[in-house]
Each structure stands twice: as C-alpha cells, then as structure tokens.
C-alpha cells in the first residue's frame, strides 16, 4: 500500500483532473491527432493517475492486446450510446455518459480500492497504452 501512498487521490478529484486535462491541457500528442477518439485518449494520457489506474487496469485484467483493440471498443460503445465522433468534446461528453450507464447497471471493476466503471477502466487503459507508445517516440 505504500507505493500508492502518493497517488491516493479522491474520485472526485480525478474526474476534475480529467476534465481539466481534456479542456486546457493540449498535450503534445494530442495535437497530432485527427481521429476525436485518439485526441481524447491521448489527452487522458498525459495524467500520472490515469495512467496508475490504466497501468493497474493492465495487470489486473491481464489484458495484452493493442491501443486499437481498445480504441475500437469505446468507439463501438460510443456509437451504440448514439454518441456523434466528430470532435473531442462530444466523445468525452459520450464517455462520461457510458461511464454513468456503467454505474446505473453496476458494470464496474475494483481496482486498487478503486471502483472504476467498464468504460473507465478500458479508456485508462488505452492512455496507458498511448503514453507507453508516445514515450516509446521520445
């Protein structure tokens, strides 16, 4: 538990960092990206505590496929909530929307004393995974 001691963060809190990063805080990658999807990952991914849960997220699951296996899932979540993919916002308006209809029908995980819904824990991963790739770049 210590290990963890420094990124113990309220839900509250990361909700607010999240969307803080998709408003103001353009990362590099992000600006790169033309798909809405990607841009909304790629803005996730420039949070440390995002990217703890996407990497906890990782082994808890044992998940070992690719970003585009998980950006095709949302993108398939998304469109079935009727969400329209042409710009960042109304993606992130849809993931908050899938992320609530995962809490309202209790699809949720615990990870790390955490509990995340489905859709939460599949666009943490893929930050993770879009933060391992962009680095892998540096």
């Known amino acids: 538990m210590m290990r963890n001691q420094n990124l113990f963060i309220k839900r509250r809190s990361i909700l607010g960092l999240m969307s803080s990063v998709l408003a103001f805080g353009l990362a590099r990658p992000a600006l790169a990206e033309t798909d809405p999807l990607r841009q909304v990952i790629a803005r996730l991914s420039d949070d440390a505590p995002i990217r703890f849960l996407g990497c906890e997220s990782a082994g808890l699951t044992g998940f070992d496929g ?73």
Not at 89 to 105: E, Q, T, W
Not at 115 to 136: D, F, K, M, N, P
């Open 66 to 138: 690719t970003l585009e296996v998980l950006l095709s899932h949302l993108s398939n979540s998304l469109d079935l909530a009727g969400v329209s993919m042409t710009d960042a916002n109304a993606v992130y308006d849809g993931l908050r929307h899938c992320i609530s209809a995962d809490f309202a029908k209790t699809r949720t995980i615990s990870i790390d004393g955490w509990i995340l819904s489905q859709t939460e824990v599949t666009a943490y991963l893929a930050a993770y995974i879009y933060h391992r790739q962009a680095s892998a770049f540096v």
